[in-house]
């Protein structure tokens, strides 16, 4: 197994889990969902000695794609995201950074499917397509960590809204119950928001 260090930091005006996951034996990592501060977010991956080789979305709304393009050109490294997201990680209105006065779009590198396979920074990862709080909200699964990246659809004894642009009160409760309360019930989940949690602490809700 791949032995990994994850680091949180907060983020945006909306307080964003950025999530800087390192390979501990390599150095190397990726960064998942930067939504704004740029220089906090780069002085953390400093300290932790972590070279960028990706940055990972779940979802394209503003606050977890704010410092996108700058980290991108800093490291050069690419942006990874689902195929299903594409349209609302151009649209700024429909990503909602127009309505915080800072228009944001992204170009993505590469598109994923649902259960597509990856590996980044040589970790190993399954890309979860979890629609509902948007068409292409979705998780990364670290099956041999036992750790879920699961952005705005999984929170700590909540779930991600749905009255924005995309989503879906049904479809997002259908995407947890069917896709990620049947992880593993020791699976650590890093949410977009609030305290981490695991699907066992969950399941109690749905």
Request: glycine share 8%.
């Amino acid at each position: 197994m791949t032995e990994i260090k994850i680091r949180s930091v907060l983020v945006s005006e909306c307080y964003t889990n950025c999530y800087l996951c390192m390979n501990t034996e390599t150095k190397e990592g990726f960064i998942v969902d930067p939504g704004g501060d740029q220089l906090k977010i780069s002085t953390n991956i400093s300290d932790m000695g972590m070279k960028p080789t990706a940055i990972l979305l779940t979802h394209g709304h503003f606050d977890h794609i704010g410092a996108v393009d700058a980290l991108k050109q800093r490291y050069d490294i690419p942006v990874i995201a689902a195929e299903e997201e594409d349209m609302l990680l151009v649209d700024k209105r429909a990503n909602l950074s127009i309505m915080f006065g800072e228009p944001t779009t992204v170009c993505v590198d590469r598109f994923l499917r649902d259960g597509e396979n990856l590996t980044v920074a040589g970790i190993t990862m399954k890309f979860i397509l979890t629609p509902g709080h948007t068409k292409g909200s979705g998780c990364y699964y670290l099956a041999e960590n036992e750790v879920l990246f699961s952005g705005d659809t999984l929170f700590h004894a909540s779930r991600g809204r749905t009255d924005f642009p995309g989503g879906s009160e049904a479809a997002i409760i259908r995407s947890i119950k069917e896709k990620l309360l049947t992880l593993p019930g020791e699976t650590e989940v890093y949410p977009g928001h609030m305290d981490m949690t695991t699907i066992d602490s969950e399941k109690i809700y749905y």
